[in-house]
């Protein structure tokens, strides 16, 4: 592998993360990127074949999802516009705790919803329960490699479509809790989860967190709005707004990120999510 370097080395970024293509501008043309190589902070990088590009330079990370062609220093000024850094962490570690609430106007999902939908106790029964508990622990520990050699494992092994997108949404999860936004990104991006799906706002939580993280807040609205609209309580709902606040803000628009704040806190002021959102209302 040959080392990509422009520009003074200690200024460079290094890509920890490629799919499709991913090209350097030199002073000879377009040349290919690879993992470990240097990308210097005033160079401009393309992305092409719906590819994506993941770059680090200390705690400076920058992901990219679309193709298009971009300038490194516009990227590095705007990589923490919104101020969202820190809080993916603590959304993170909630996901597990999370159901789908009551629709409006429909029926309650997941399985609070069947539980509360009649008299009798539900009890799910799934040969994938086993490894679902065992790389929630694992991912609870931080040992995210080891639950992502577990769930592919089970992926391979599984036959069920439902199965299958629950344990790529797992896997989606513990990439993230790695720090690999772009393959978390790819990975729950693979998957459509229907809504009755008791993990489904879970999904739709760190799916938009992602997109968050990498600036990509227009794509985050487009996943919470629906969302809100159609699941108008319960905490993940709070955390939707939360992050709407983030893009709100990503975007320029101060005025609806506070308006996003301040519906989010008074769904229930008792949460952890509510306590979140208190912070940055009296830090605005």
Do not use: H
């Amino acid at each position: 592998m040959v080392a990509v370097t422009i520009g003074v080395f200690a200024q460079a970024f290094s890509v920890n993360y490629l799919d499709g293509t991913a090209e350097v501008k030199t002073a000879k043309g377009w040349k290919a990127l690879s993992i470990g190589d240097q990308v210097a902070s005033d160079a401009s990088v393309r992305i092409s074949q719906s590819g994506s590009l993941e770059l680090q330079k200390g705690k400076v990370k920058i992901t990219l999802l679309k193709d298009g062609i971009y300038d490194m220093a516009s990227l590095a000024k705007a990589s923490d516009k919104a101020g969202a850094g820190g809080v993916g962490t603590a959304i993170a570690q909630k996901l597990q705790s999370l159901t789908t609430e009551k629709a409006k106007g429909g029926t309650v999902g997941g399985v609070r919803g069947a539980q509360q939908g009649g008299t009798e106790d539900v009890t799910w029964v799934d040969e994938n329960d086993e490894t679902r508990t065992q790389a929630q622990s694992l991912i609870d520990q931080k040992k995210y490699k080891e639950a992502v050699a577990l769930l592919n494992q089970a992926i391979d092994d599984s036959t069920g479509d439902a199965d299958k997108a629950e344990l790529t949404y797992l896997v989606g999860t513990a990439y993230y809790g790695q720090g690999q936004t772009a393959r978390a990104y790819r990975t729950l991006s693979t998957i459509s989860p229907q809504p009755d799906a008791a993990w489904y706002a879970r999904y739709v939580i760190l799916k938009s967190q992602v997109l968050v993280d990498s600036g990509n807040y227009k794509d985050a609205l487009g996943t919470l709005s629906p969302f809100i609209s159609t699941y108008p309580t319960g905490e993940a709902t709070q955390m939707a707004y939360l992050l709407t606040y983030y893009c709100q803000k990503g975007l320029g628009d101060l005025a609806s990120a506070r308006v996003a704040l301040d519906t989010g806190f008074k769904l229930d002021p008792a949460t952890e999510t509510a306590k979140m959102i208190d912070q940055q209302r009296k830090a605005e």
